[in-house]
């Protein structure tokens, strides 16, 4: 997977598949099943005269927030000991 600067990507209105499946953690025939499943909404946008496929920014930001709040709710419902192991 290609390597990008990810405080730039948070900096763009619309990020490109591979762009979108890089700050998911997954790969981008992933992330175009989610697009065509209806998890993102997808727009066309120009770039080197060419139209590419591109998932709104904010659409990832908060199924990535939605994610780590349903991995959080799932970590308390582990019961650890109430006194340190030895």
Known sequence: ME???K???WKKKSLK????AYLLGMAPQ???TMVYKG???????EEDGKEVMAIPRDEVYNYILKRRAELYKRAESYKLPDEPLE
Do not use: G, H
């Open 3 to 5: 390597k990008y600067d």
């Open 30 to 32: 992933n992330t175009y």
């Open 39 to 45: 998890k993102f909404s997808s727009e066309f946008v």
């Open 17 to 20: 598949i591979q762009e979108a």
């Open 7 to 9: 405080e730039a990507l």
